[in-house]
């Protein structure tokens, strides 16, 4: 998992292995989470749309992202009403919000242009390693064949928004500011406490 997590997405520092025993105990708590992770991306890649539309490759990439992150939340309240379950209430995204504060305010617009995309892949990394470790790790075979399909698909979306990256800022410029993101979500997980009831 440790050569996963750091040759192919770059992470810095693995889950601890105790997430995923604990996540499949709080099934409810973590499709909840991850449906309002899928929201979020969605709603992350209409703000972008928004703000940079004169990005004509981001606007033409992440228009269907939009939709493919709906069908997503989409297809987990499906899995949450074929268990008997409920979409609980949206909780506070501990890690989100603080690998966000990583985007410089003022300067220049191609950095925080650089920096939300950076973290826009950074989540996705994230989300591909845990969703990795649910496709591997769980007892029953829906759920381990449900949560491959989304890591297969938050892989694609990381190579996207790093590729977005390289092609407006230049790949040296972003390499060099991937490498201290990099380094500033391992600290923020190292930082949080472990939970369980959610994806992040």
Known sequence: MELTTKRVLGLELPTDPRWVDLAAMQLE???TDHAYCEQKAATSCISLIQRYS???RLVAELAPIVTEEWGHFRS???ELKKRGLKLGRQRKDEYVNKLFTFVRKGGRPEAALLDKLLVCAMIEARSCERFRLLATQLEEEHLRKFY???MVAEAGHYKLFLSLAKEYC???TTMARWKECLAFEAE???SIELRADRMH
């Open 148 to 150: 491959h399909g989304f």
């Open 170 to 172: 230049g790949e040296e």
């Open 76 to 78: 987990v309240l499906k």
């Open 54 to 56: 004169d990005y004509e």
């Open 29 to 31: 708590d973590i499709l």
């Open 188 to 190: 923020i997980l190292a």
